[in-house]
């Protein structure tokens, strides 16, 4: 038995929570002040944070993806094919670091959202407690979040771009998923899980859940299907589906250029970066995590065979391509 310590509002957790579903692994949930001493027991303290069978503790939620993939053979999301598999582990790194940033955006930028969700995720920590506390440690808590928009990049001024990256991958989705629920035939791979934890987000904050009402009614319910797919059955396709390769296109025209210039800043000592896709500008801070990220995809891609590399290219398209063969 396994246990996942996380929360409702982490899209993390809730990726990992819907892996664990459909993979059919035995697990407990833990939330609340449960996590806290978790989070105690590992290097970097963020959820979510699983507990093996033997007591052990581990986080991040990609390496744990794969660690179960190692310990447990039934119902695997790492795509058999190696060059469709790339496809999948980019697509998943595309979700966690870079759709990431409409979920922190669109929950921390208008008060309708700060204010909803800091009094939701201070709730769901304290488990009771009573409102009036509950709500003076939101305060505090919703003070801190909005502190941090500028660092990770989610500001006014870089949100026209990261909205419209978002409403691309969701109009992907919704022109699809009404024909095919899943990218790489009838079963899920870890790149539908990475997209779902994020875009299980903006389907509880007030704003975003509201537009995807709007325009993306399809894309939205089909968040509730990925949360668990436990009785789910099917089988690998033996190409992708053209939603994968449009995100990936998607991908490709903001991801790639945001990594390359994180790298280049990070490469050059600089504190700063910016670049331009679909039509917008955007800067922030540079990151030493996203520099790890690049070069895990350069070495996947590397890894592969000569002939998958080269349907791998056809794949991801040519920006990524330029990105991932350079020395």
């Given at each position: 038995?396994?246990?996942l310590?996380g929360?409702?509002?982490?899209p993390?957790?809730?990726?990992?929570?819907a892996?664990?579903?459909?993979?059919r692994?035995?697990?407990?949930?833990?939330?609340?002040?449960?996590v806290?001493?978790?989070?105690?027991?590992?290097?970097?303290?963020?959820?979510?944070?699983?507990?093996?069978?033997?007591?052990?503790l581990?986080?991040d939620?990609?390496?744990?993806?794969?660690?179960?993939e190692?310990?447990?053979?039934d119902?695997s999301?790492?795509?058999?094919?190696?060059?469709?598999?790339?496809?999948?582990?980019?697509?998943e790194?595309?979700?966690?670091e870079?759709?990431?940033?409409?979920?922190?955006?669109y929950r921390?930028?208008?008060?309708v959202?700060?204010?909803?969700?800091?009094?939701?995720l201070v709730?769901?920590?304290l488990?009771?407690?009573?409102l009036?506390?509950?709500?003076?440690?939101?305060?505090?808590?919703?003070?801190?979040?909005?502190?941090r928009?500028?660092?990770?990049?989610?500001?006014?001024?870089?949100?026209?771009?990261?909205?419209?990256s978002?409403r691309?991958?969701?109009?992907?989705?919704?022109?699809?998923?009404?024909?095919?629920?899943?990218?790489?035939g009838?079963?899920?791979?870890l790149?539908?899980?990475?997209i779902?934890?994020?875009?299980?987000?903006?389907g509880?904050?007030?704003t975003p859940?509201?537009?995807?009402r709007?325009?993306?009614?399809?894309?939205?319910?089909?968040?509730?299907?990925?949360?668990?797919?436990s009785?789910?059955?099917?089988?690998?396709?033996?190409?992708?589906?053209?939603?994968?390769?449009?995100?990936?296109?998607?991908?490709?025209?903001?991801?790639?250029?945001?990594?390359?210039?994180n790298?280049?800043?990070?490469?050059s000592?600089?504190?700063?970066f910016g670049f331009?896709a679909?039509?917008?500008?955007?800067s922030?801070?540079?990151f030493?995590y996203?520099v790890?990220?690049?070069?895990?995809?350069?070495?996947?891609?590397?890894?592969?065979g000569?002939?998958?590399r080269?349907?791998?290219?056809g794949?991801?398209?040519?920006?990524?391509?330029?990105?991932?063969?350079k020395?």
């Amino acid at each position: 038995m396994y246990t996942l310590y996380g929360a409702l509002a982490s899209p993390y957790s809730m990726k990992v929570r819907a892996v664990l579903r459909y993979r059919r692994i035995p697990f407990v949930w833990k939330d609340g002040a449960a996590v806290a001493e978790a989070l105690k027991q590992v290097r970097a303290p963020v959820i979510p944070v699983l507990e093996f069978p033997d007591g052990s503790l581990a986080n991040d939620s990609t390496p744990l993806i794969h660690e179960l993939e190692a310990r447990h053979g039934d119902r695997s999301i790492v795509p058999p094919d190696p060059a469709i598999a790339f496809l999948a582990c980019l697509l998943e790194d595309f979700a966690d670091e870079w759709l990431t940033k409409p979920m922190f955006g669109y929950r921390w930028l208008e008060e309708v959202d700060q204010v909803q969700m800091s009094r939701w995720l201070v709730f769901d920590w304290l488990h009771g407690g009573g409102l009036a506390h509950s709500q003076a440690e939101a305060e505090a808590f919703r003070a801190r979040q909005v502190g941090r928009m500028a660092m990770v990049g989610c500001t006014r001024e870089n949100f026209p771009l990261i909205e419209a990256s978002a409403r691309a991958v969701l109009d992907a989705l919704e022109r699809h998923v009404p024909d095919s629920f899943f990218l790489f035939g009838s079963r899920p791979s870890l790149a539908e899980f990475g997209i779902f934890g994020q875009l299980s987000q903006l389907g509880t904050d007030p704003t975003p859940q509201a537009m995807m009402r709007a325009d993306y009614p399809y894309a939205y319910r089909w968040l509730a299907h990925i949360d668990d797919l436990s009785g789910h059955e099917g089988e690998w396709s033996s190409e992708p589906n053209d939603c994968a390769l449009e995100l990936a296109r998607i991908a490709g025209e903001v991801y790639a250029p945001f990594l390359a210039a994180n790298a280049a800043a990070f490469e050059s000592g600089a504190k700063e970066f910016g670049f331009e896709a679909m039509g917008h500008g955007y800067s922030q801070a540079t990151f030493k995590y996203q520099v790890k990220c690049l070069a895990d995809l350069h070495a996947r891609f590397a890894a592969l065979g000569e002939s998958d590399r080269e349907r791998a290219k056809g794949m991801i398209g040519s920006r990524w391509s330029a990105l991932l063969s350079k020395d």
